[in-house]
């Protein structure tokens, strides 16, 4: 006798249909992720090497032509009146200081939907001198194992060491970084290729592990207040092979350290670097200086400290005589979706040509 199943068939058929429906909508679900993905990481490679192509702005600014280096004629003054004088010959370190303390530490911003509409990307470019900061080479002698010049008074790096990590200590809330240095330190036989390897000193790491390169405009706790942030890399070089700093040149987080308070904190202005016009007076630059007696009449004004207020321990590694051939440079480029940091190191070569141009010796992806 036969047994008829009403409806078996089409319960089959529906399980199926359902079944191809689930599939669907799985492979449709996957890829519209894996589409949004590969539109993501486009984006961001695009910009990456939108990025990179930007240090090329940096150079540009930093770079001098041989037609820049010729000595200029004063202006008013009649051709017949100079024949017989001597032409002054031109101060390439004045006239680097003069394209450099306008924009130093501050964001030079570009914006190329004014330039080309459909490539709406915004790139900030923000400047530093590796000469101002602390060459952490300089600190300690690894063949010797302990502290440059120790125990010659004025010029004793261990006193400087002390002030310094002391300062750091005060600033983070962290204990010294002073004799985890020392350890870490006697166990190297090289000196460091790069100041992030101080991250592998579990101390400097909970120090700055969070602030390795410089960030504008850090608020405090949502009011207008900046806060004083130190970051690693703007504290820290091995780019530059003096020992000393350079005090026209110093960084945000070097100011920090000796409490001085940058006239571009206290607003949030953002200017291009094509149309900026600030003038800093450099009248009194030298190109050796007794600070002592040359720090009050030069840079008092650019800094708003006078001499007496630097702490002892830090007069000696300011730099007497002007030297300035590194830089470095921040450089972000962002749209609505996202943003791509770049740090790049560059270092002065002079053509033979005489033109001064700048190599990219080390770049990071931040």
Known sequence: MIHRQ????LFITFSMLALCTALVSVFMVKGITHKKLSSALLEQEKLQQFAMSSVAIAQSFLSFSPEDLQPKKEEGVLENEKKD????PFDVNKALLEKLLPVLGRVQEFKFQDI???FPVVI????FSESGKININGLYDLVSKKFY???NKGKDQKIFAKWLFEKISKMTGKPSLLQPFVEYMKTRKA???DVTELLAIQEFSDCFADAVFYEENIKNNGTDKVMKKLF????FTVAYENDTIQPWLLSPSVCALLDIVQKHDKNDSVDKLVEKEDKIDISSFKQVSDWQKDWDTGLKSLYGLSYDKIPESVRHVLATSFQATVFSVLVSVFNENMMVRIFAILKQKRLPNGAIV???IKTYQV
């Open 6 to 9: 009403n409806g078996y068939i």
């Open 358 to 360: 700048y190599d990219v």
């Open 191 to 193: 000196p460091l290729n």
């Open 149 to 151: 010049d120790e125990g």
């Open 232 to 235: 690693l890399t703007d504290v």
């Open 124 to 127: 900030n470019l923000i400047f």
């Open 85 to 88: 004088e001597k032409s002054k």
């Open 116 to 118: 080309e509409k459909d």
